[in-house]
């Protein structure tokens, strides 16, 4: 993996150097890019997706031996998007135009995956897979042409995940709360939704407040959002800005009783907020339960992600994304966007084996690839197929923060969510 990083992006990043494989491997190499936020509002997002990329694709080419994938080992090419639109997509065109990679993974925040999608892999005809940009625009640019086939994510859209969060929030009792989001495509989009079913299924919001990332006080916005006196407070955002943002609540005497979006189940926001103040604090996340794949990843991930646990936002995935888009690789048989973009869906289908993460599993999925057999990758959050869009239905997990941990407490079925859908008003 090549570093071409600012100063402050390589500290940041130190620990991501991948370990040599003690299997045997070819001696080609395959390398893809990856355009992830190592610094930034969302820069805890792609250290850890880093990690996770990294874990896939050295079992991927261990498991792979001396025939290695397509004929070579994999590896990425890892530029940070700074959170930053401009810097994501001028990272992306280097990747592509000068390291003619055929995918990206990639970005993270949505606001990054929209200009990379539209300005530089929908154009080139690259394949790009995002382990965590949930926005509906990316559902809608698809609909349109505008991605041209090229995107993939291994996130629900809000579209859904913000009616989970409503139905969450009411079943907790929480029929009046206050909203703030960061000003972004993903805030916005999320606020959309989950506003929509919410108020349909007898919710009340107080206030709305957007805040822009980054800023050094956040009193404003919260004293704000604060008006009204609301028994709750739903933060939509990430867990750097939000860390500040829902201290600032406590500190002005706000209830704490909160509502957080998926990715806000981070170990560095409950430390830095104090698990004592959060202790009624829900959430929910796309993703199953468990599967032999989630228990590979628990036990596998914190041992070499340099201090991320397997909870870490975007991290399980992020293994996902590069474990699937390793295996397409696999199957295309050849390091070409188009073959590749095509057997993305050919490793996910119902109706092949099932194999899961892990030595074992990755091993039984490249034997059934070679021997042209059907074959259907179940990860770390579950079952998921992509439709025409790119997009994947999945279930949802159900959280809270309990004793300072994260803890899932029940499942939402992508047919649960639809049927409430299906009663909302247009």
């Known amino acids: 993996m090549r570093f071409l990083l600012s100063t402050t992006a390589l500290a940041a990043i130190a620990a991501l150097a991948p370990l040599p494989s003690a299997a045997q491997s070819p001696a080609c190499t395959h390398t893809v890019g990856m355009v992830v936020s190592l610094t930034g509002a969302a820069g805890r997002f792609g250290q850890a997706a880093g990690k996770s990329v990294e874990l896939a694709f050295n079992e991927l080419n261990a498991a792979s031996g001396a025939q ?24 992306a065109r280097q990747l592509v135009d000068l390291k ?5 993974i990639g970005g993270i925040i949505s606001s990054v995956s929209i200009p990379i999608v539209t300005s530089v892999t929908g154009p080139a005809g690259v394949v790009q897979i995002s382990p965590a940009s949930s926005s509906p625009t990316l559902t809608r640019m698809a609909v349109e042409g505008k991605t041209n086939g090229w995107f993939f994510r291994t996130i629900t859209s809000d579209a859904l995940q913000g009616t989970a969060a409503a139905k969450y929030a009411l079943d907790q009792g929480m029929r009046t709360l206050t909203i703030i989001h960061v000003n972004n495509d993903f805030g916005v989009n999320m606020l959309a939704e989950f506003r929509r079913a919410y108020e349909a299924l007898g919710g009340k919001i107080v206030s709305i407040t957007p805040y822009n990332a980054a800023q050094p006080s956040y009193n404003a916005d919260v004293t704000n959002a604060r008006k009204g006196d609301p ?11 939000g860390t500040t943002i829902v201290r600032t609540w406590i500190q002005q005497g706000g209830p704490q009783r909160f509502l957080l979006n998926d990715g806000m189940n981070a170990a560095d926001f409950i430390k830095g907020v104090g698990p004592q103040f959060l202790t009624n604090a829900f959430g929910t996340s796309s993703g199953t339960t468990s599967t032999p794949s989630t228990e590979y990843f628990a036990k596998a991930y914190p041992a070499m992600s340099g201090g991320f646990d397997a909870g870490a936002p975007a991290a399980d995935r992020a293994f996902d994304a590069g474990a699937i888009l390793g295996l397409a690789i696999a199957h295309a048989g050849k390091f070409e966007a188009a073959a590749i973009r095509d057997s993305i869906r050919k490793v996910t289908e119902p109706g092949g084996e099932v194999v899961h993460a892990g030595p074992q599993g990755f091993a039984r999925a490249l ?27 999945g279930p949802f997990r159900t959280w809270r923060i309990t004793n300072g941990e994260v803890a899932t407490v029940g499942q939402m079925t992508t047919e649960e969510v639809q049927a409430i859908q299906a009663r909302l008003p247009r």
Do not use: M
Request: glycine share 12%; net charge positive; proline share 6%.
């Open 367 to 393: 034997q059934l690839i070679r021997e042209k057999k059907p074959v259907r990758y179940v990860g770390v959050i579950g079952a998921v197929q992509f439709d025409r869009n790119g997009d994947i239905t």
């Open 100 to 104: 003619k990679v055929p995918a990206i």
């Open 231 to 241: 028994p709750a407070l739903y933060f939509i955002g990430y867990p750097g800005d």
């Open 68 to 91: 290695g994938i397509a004929g070579c080992k994999l590896a990425f090419d890892l530029r940070d998007a700074q959170s930053q639109g401009s810097v994501a997509v001028d990272q």
